[in-house]
């Protein structure tokens, strides 16, 4: 595929005129996309990368997917959303009802943010409570509740939340406690201690990048059972990334309540709280008292654009060796990572499961948000500016594997790995 080539310098004039740091948030400036096929996407000067960026991880079959795109062609002209059910919202929550353990029940939101909102929301009104447990580094949107403790400067004492932006209320800092990631005698402590007040305890199963200690989320499926609080899956990432039925089922972890966003809405804004019935019916006002009916409404909620397109990723997914090639992707990448930074010297780990991984340069194992402090940013820094050089797009802590990548797009990412060690 090739890109109109045009010129970026003025388009980028413009974006630093007229957006806060001239980007939308995510990336910078410098990053100014033309259009994606597949594994790869084309900058507005022509030049071609191999995508694991992904649109942060939506794009799990590949950008401008023929099928996805189809779906939505077909749609469009029939209308681009109504404010009311449509048969294709209802077939998809339908089928994340069938896919994901947790689900007897959906509620479609526009964002993960949204949805991890609401999630905590859900397990306040059944609860009765009003605290939720977090994990010092994670990351659950951009609400007053998930900028708690997730990128702090410097960490404070457990279970104290810092504040990661200002403008968040003092009072909401106090709803908030934080606890280390995978230490599981310190969660159950703490989650033992403040049971009483305690509503929910929301985890992402992979946090970022980093996975689960064997045990750990199985304590904290274990200690919330017994105390009465919700258990809440963050999977807005690894919702159908890691398998078709979640992080639930691939590390065998069932929570009462999980978020999930971008590979349900195949690229489009659709997100997602699922769950129990019991906390679920608090969605629905003629069932619950009126003092236990919780209002949401959403103008774009289920829309049938976003809802064809995620039935129609979800389709995809659901063929045999679908997950087997996201896999293998990920492994090939991840172990060639591995070997070639042995074989150079280069203290380096590879942390997270194939389909999403990074590198972190440091000696010590990296297991929760302190010890990947001790990765060397600056060396990361220049590894990533070297993959760019070798047509290699990526986010600043992140590969994401899709299903679209291929032989050669493996082949070009290995050999910018060589190159990116030997400069490190």
């Not at 310190?186 to 929301?202: K, M, N, T």
């Not at 089922?249 to 690229?267: F, H, Q, R, W």
């Not at 050669?408 to 060589?418: C, E, N």
Request: glycine letters at 10%; one cysteine or more; hydrophobic letters at 45%.
């Amino acid at each position: 595929m090739s890109a109109e080539i045009q010129e970026t310098e003025p388009l980028q004039d413009m974006a630093r005129r007229v957006l806060p740091g001239g980007s939308f948030g995510n990336v910078g400036v410098d990053v100014m996309i033309r259009a994606g096929k597949g594994g790869r996407v084309w900058d507005m000067d022509g030049a071609e990368y191999v995508d694991y960026l992904l649109g942060s991880g939506p794009m799990l079959v590949g950008h401008a997917h023929p099928e996805v795109t189809a779906a939505v062609q077909a749609q469009i002209p029939l209308g681009t959303t109504y404010f009311a059910n449509n048969e294709h919202g209802v077939r998809l929550a339908a089928e994340v009802v069938d896919a994901v353990a947790c689900a007897d029940k959906v509620r479609f939101v526009n964002s993960g943010s949204e949805a991890t909102f609401y999630a905590m929301r859900v397990a306040r009104t059944h609860t009765k409570r009003d605290k939720i447990l977090k994990f010092e580094g994670g990351f659950h949107g951009m609400h007053d509740y998930a900028l708690m403790s997730m990128a702090p400067a410097r960490p404070g004492n457990f279970p104290q939340a810092t504040p990661d932006t200002p403008g968040i209320p003092q009072r909401v800092r106090d709803e908030m406690l934080i606890a280390p990631f995978n230490d599981a005698d310190a969660a159950v402590s703490l989650i033992r201690d403040h049971a009483h007040e305690l509503a929910g305890v929301i985890v992402e199963p992979l946090q970022r990048l980093m996975p689960p200690a064997p045990g750990f989320l199985q304590a904290l499926r274990d200690v919330t059972t017994e105390c009465g609080i919700a258990l809440i899956y963050d999977e807005v990432v690894t919702g159908f990334r890691f398998a078709y039925g979640g992080a639930q089922e691939y590390y065998g972890v069932v929570p009462d309540l999980c978020a999930m966003g971008k590979v349900v809405g195949g690229g489009f804004p659709l997100a997602l709280v699922a769950g129990r019935e019991d906390y679920m019916v608090h969605f629905d006002k003629d069932t619950v008292p009126n003092d236990e009916f919780m209002v949401q409404i959403s103008t774009l909620s289920g829309n049938p654009v976003a809802a064809v397109a995620g039935l129609a990723t979800l389709e995809i997914l659901r063929r045999p060796g679908a997950y087997e090639r996201i896999f293998e992707t990920g492994r090939i990448l991840m172990d060639g990572l591995r070997d070639m930074l042995a074989t150079a010297g280069v203290p380096g780990q590879v942390v997270g499961e194939p389909p999403m991984f990074d590198v972190f340069f440091t000696d010590g194992a990296v297991t929760d948000y302190r010890s990947a402090l001790t990765a060397d940013a600056a060396r990361a820094a220049r590894f990533n500016a070297s993959l760019r050089g070798s047509g290699i797009l990526k986010g600043p802590k992140k590969f994401y594997a899709s299903l679209a990548h291929d032989d050669a797009d493996i082949a070009q990412t290995l050999a910018a790995f060589k190159t990116a060690v030997s400069v490190l």
